[in-house]
């Protein structure tokens, strides 16, 4: 049976995503790995995470990257529909590591290659058995219908739910020490960017691996 591999908030920690990915065994030709958003801001390596993932998906494009808040923020203050959000939010951060990277040979600060990576993120991904988003979802909501802005932001409403929502929801952007493995979700945001672990899930057989 093929395999999911799915990867908590990164949020800039390039050396624990690293360490993560040498520990997963995931077979690319069979297997999916799905990225659950939320790649840059607040730790000190945004750029090297993002050049990372970029040449990981030129080598293997079937891989799956969901768009977090963050990313979210970062498009808006870029066309300036919304500075200070993303400024509060720690995207300072990911500004200093495009303006302070060596070797830039475009004008702009962030490579085109970039902005191609996060125009490419998608809301959701969904299998037979389990749903992929960032945040999470709204109760009695069909997936079509549900809010984007709710996708990449709701937490309580979201975390305390028992609601069924036909499929095991698995989630990133509220920071648990552990993951949390609830009957109906799963979150896997634990915090690396807070001196915790980067946390993967293996699916179905719900097997973690950290770094």
């Not at 999916?32 to 080598?59: C, M, N």
């Not at 069909?142 to 975390?159: G, K, Y």
């Not at 499929?167 to 634990?190: C, Y």
């Amino acid at each position: 049976m093929n395999k999911i591999f799915a990867i908590g908030d990164i949020h800039g920690c390039a050396d624990k995503l690293m360490a993560l990915m040498e520990k997963i065994p995931v077979d690319y030709a069979n297997d999916t790995l799905v990225f659950i958003g939320d790649y840059i801001d607040r730790g000190p390596a945004s750029f090297e995470v993002v050049d990372y993932l970029v040449e990981l998906k030129k080598q293997h494009p079937d891989i799956v990257f969901l768009k977090g808040n963050h990313e979210d923020m970062l498009q808006k203050y870029l066309e300036g529909t919304d500075r200070f959000t993303y400024l509060f939010n720690g995207g300072q951060r990911t500004l200093d590591s495009y303006l302070n990277r060596p070797n830039k040979s475009e004008s702009s600060p962030i490579p085109s290659n970039h902005l191609e990576f996060y125009q490419s993120l998608v809301l959701h991904y969904e299998t037979e058995a389990f749903l992929f988003v960032h945040a999470g979802l709204r109760e009695k909501v069909p997936l079509d219908n549900q809010n984007p802005e709710e996708l990449l932001w709701i937490r309580e409403d979201f975390i305390h739910s028992k609601f069924d929502f036909g499929k095991r929801i698995i989630f990133g952007h509220t920071p648990f020490a552990e993951p949390l493995l609830l009957s109906n979700k799963i979150g896997i945001d634990t915090g690396a960017v807070y001196g915790n672990r980067l946390t993967c899930v293996q699916l179905p057989e719900i097997i973690f691996f950290s770094a």
